[in-house]
């Protein structure tokens, strides 16, 4: 028998993750307290932001793996913050880029998002994570339908696509180790291999047997 958390103890629960997904802002804070960012205050802070964007978006993913193995469903009931403070910080990381580096120069950031195939990536998986904010709530669920709810959110699958050759890419632009764009495009990698077999898995057919009807003898009849 799994356990289950009662309404209270949930609530702890929530609690003590949404103070724990608050560390890196607090990290963040405590830098512009004190000033340290360190010799590149800009690479510091996109680095820390991104980061942690990527970080949340693969807990968020690896909620529904959890629970299928553990049996614990009250797990879905943190998929929700685990995804907003994900757009948090990947807002956070988009504000560091276009004005920390930029200056909020439109030209400039049209620029680089065109003509940068990595800040392209990003952008694109920024993109596909609104929607998916804007509609982690009840009433964006009742009203799309299960299943349209379902299939907007999927493509958290893409956007993490999407971020894993965001790093990658920006990681041989700026010829850095790719140490760690590889283990968190693995860590993708095995998320969406789960992913994939357990789709295939429900879309296998169960075969339905007939019950046997009992056999009918006839005999001759005499001529």
Known sequence: MTWQPEARQLSRIK????????????????AVWTGDFGPEPVAFVQRWTGTWTFNLLLV????????????????????RMLGLFCFFYATLHFLAFIGFEH?????????????????????????????????????????????KWQELHRNAYLAG??????????????????????????????LLGWRVRERRSKAIPVPRFAAAKPLKYFKRKPD
């Open 15 to 30: 609690a003590g993750l949404f103070l724990i997904c608050l560390l890196p802002f607090e990290r963040l804070l405590w």
């Open 60 to 79: 968020t993913l690896c909620i529904t793996p959890l629970r299928a193995i553990t049996q614990l469903h009250w797990l879905l009931r943190l998929r």
């Open 103 to 147: 200056g909020f120069a439109v030209d400039d950031i049209a620029r680089d998002i065109f003509e940068q195939p990595y800040v392209s990536a990003g952008f694109a998986a920024l993109l596909l994570l609104i929607p998916l904010a804007a509609t982690s709530n009840q009433w964006a669920l009742r009203h799309l339908g299960g299943r």
């Open 161 to 190: 696509i999407l971020a894993a050759i965001h790093y990658l890419w920006l990681s041989i632009a700026e010829d850095t180790a790719l140490l760690w764009p590889v283990a968190y495009a693995l860590a993708l990698g095995l």
